[in-house]
């Protein structure tokens, strides 16, 4: 199943409403958010069938890239996007959560680092 990616670097957050302990962003007022994001997965193997990123926020949820296993057979990783513009009400929330497809043994990893390489951006659209 999807799990949520946390984002433990941030870039920006200007009024502190990205929760880096949850990966859980409020909405501080309603409008159309820019939202964009990668997820670095790493440690795939060919037990691998799948991987993909969405969008979940209070109302929708939005799908963002997917891949099948022909598409990284050769790498172990794999970076995922996952944007566009959504709408929130204030106090609203938005995770990305990320998943892979295969057998139970296998695990795979979010990867994270301070240069970014799994990164989230968001900002209130004027």
């Known amino acids: 199943g999807f799990v949520t990616v946390v984002h433990d670097t941030e870039i920006l957050d200007q009024g502190g409403d990205y ?3 949850t990966g859980t ?3 501080p007022e309603s409008g159309t958010y820019s939202v964009a994001s990668i997820t ?17 926020t209070s109302n929708f949820t939005y799908a963002g890239q997917a891949l099948q296993k022909n ?11 996952a944007g566009g513009n959504v709408y929130l009400d204030q106090n609203d ?3 990305i959560k990320a998943r892979s497809l295969g057998e139970a043994t296998n695990v795979v990893d979010i990867y994270g680092e301070a ?3 799994t ?6 659209s004027t």
């Open 71 to 81: 598409n990284f057979i050769i790498d172990t990783s794999v970076g995922l996007f």
């Open 119 to 124: 990164w989230l951006s968001l900002r209130l």
């Open 19 to 21: 929760n880096n302990a």
């Open 115 to 117: 240069a970014p390489t």
């Open 93 to 95: 929330t938005l995770v």
């Open 40 to 56: 670095a997965l790493v440690g795939m193997t060919a037990a691998n069938d799948g991987t993909a990123v969405e969008i979940v």
């Open 25 to 27: 962003f409020t909405a």
